[in-house]
């Protein structure tokens, strides 16, 4: 399956409940059309994981997820030997009186006792096509591993010393997203389409919490957007995202919730603020005066 418009993307993305506004969906169409990569920035729970998973459904592609984290480096992103099974082998031909040690060498380094790692599975032939693959906050890592990250997504392919280069026949669907927690060099950002994902305004969080919770009654849904949405204008540490929006609704449907008062949100703050120094900053009044100013801004 391919895209040919733009407002094909949206519905396509749509049936797989992710509500994509018009800009994200261009600059989508445009990566997949011209073969680039898409870089997407912006807050923590924002649907920049979300949207990869989506549209690896939508093309019926393999998703194939590279999490980021301090310290990676380009051999636990490619491949490693799995050293237990070589050992075994080893161990295995020396009980039996075994072969040469040369011999021995090239047997141990082939493709039996590879272990392949995200990217270079995504350079692999896959069933339905090119994969997506999702390097998600590639933030977290440092400099030399973009670096290395710039080279291997320009040929779309990686070496390995014993077995030699190995390029992609078709090159996947990159998607890299960013919490934005440090700056990711200008070369790479260059290498890739660009587009900030940011907070939702009211009527598409309203659309998405519909798609992604849709056995909620119409009017706690908007009492909890219009909460979420007046409680981002609050000086937070941590600012709650859409699928933090989600899972409040979630947890009130799960207590037979039917509309917000001060005491359901004092208990169930924890599922929309995850920093005690939030909590505390919100609970008890100023809770209350949120959810007058968020059903006064429902009805305005």
């Known amino acids: 399956?391919?895209?040919?418009?733009?407002?094909?993307?949206?519905?396509?993305?749509?049936?797989?409940?992710?509500?994509?506004?018009?800009?994200?969906?261009t600059i989508v169409f445009l990566a997949l059309k011209l073969g680039r990569p898409l870089f997407l920035e912006?807050?923590?729970?924002?649907?920049?994981?979300?949207?990869?998973?989506?549209?690896?459904a939508a093309l019926g592609r393999h998703l194939i997820r590279l999490q980021c984290y301090e310290g990676l480096d380009s051999a636990s992103a490619v491949y490693e030997w799995n050293f237990a099974a070589q050992m075994i082998a080893i161990r295995a031909t020396e009980a039996t009186g075994g072969?040469?040690?040369d011999a021995l060498k090239t047997e141990l380094f082939t493709e039996d006792y590879l272990i392949e790692r995200p990217l270079l599975q995504a350079m692999r032939p896959q069933p339905g096509g090119a994969p997506v693959l999702l390097i998600d906050e590639l933030d977290r890592t440092d400099a030399p591993f973009e670096a290395f990250l710039l080279e291997a997504l320009?040929?779309?392919?990686?070496?390995?010393?014993?077995?030699?280069?190995i390029k992609a026949p078709t090159p996947p669907i990159v998607i890299l997203t960013s919490n934005r927690t440090r700056e990711v060099h200008d070369a790479l950002k260059r290498r890739c389409l660009y587009h900030?994902?940011?907070?939702?305004?009211?009527?598409?969080?309203?659309?998405?919490?519909h798609a992604r919770a849709p056995e909620a009654a119409e009017t706690l849904s908007r009492e909890v957007v219009a909460f979420v949405q007046r409680l981002r204008s609050e000086d937070l540490f941590k600012k709650p995202g859409v699928a933090e929006t989600i899972?409040?609704?979630?947890?009130?449907?799960?207590l037979d919730v039917i509309d917000l008062s001060p005491a359901?949100?004092?208990?169930?703050?924890?599922?929309?603020?995850?920093?005690?120094?939030?909590?505390?900053?919100?609970?008890g009044s100023k809770a209350k005066q949120i959810l007058e100013e968020a059903r006064a801004a429902i009805h305005a």
């Not at 900030?196 to 919490?209: A, G, K, N, T």
């Not at 949100?265 to 505390?280: E, N, R, S, V």
């Open 264 to 283: 359901v949100i004092a208990d169930t703050l924890g599922a929309i603020l995850k920093y005690q120094d939030d909590i505390q900053k919100i609970e």
């Open 247 to 254: 899972d409040w609704a979630k947890c009130l449907l799960a």
């Open 154 to 165: 320009s040929d779309f392919q990686v070496t390995i010393p014993e077995l030699g280069t």
């Open 1 to 25: 399956m391919t895209f040919d418009s733009i407002d094909h993307v949206q519905t396509a993305l749509a049936a797989e409940n992710y509500i994509c506004p018009r800009p994200l969906a």
């Open 99 to 101: 072969a040469d040690r």
């Open 196 to 209: 900030w994902v940011d907070y939702p305004d009211f009527d598409r969080e309203l659309d998405i919490l």
């Open 42 to 56: 912006g807050e923590a729970g924002t649907g920049k994981t979300e949207i990869a998973k989506a549209l690896s």
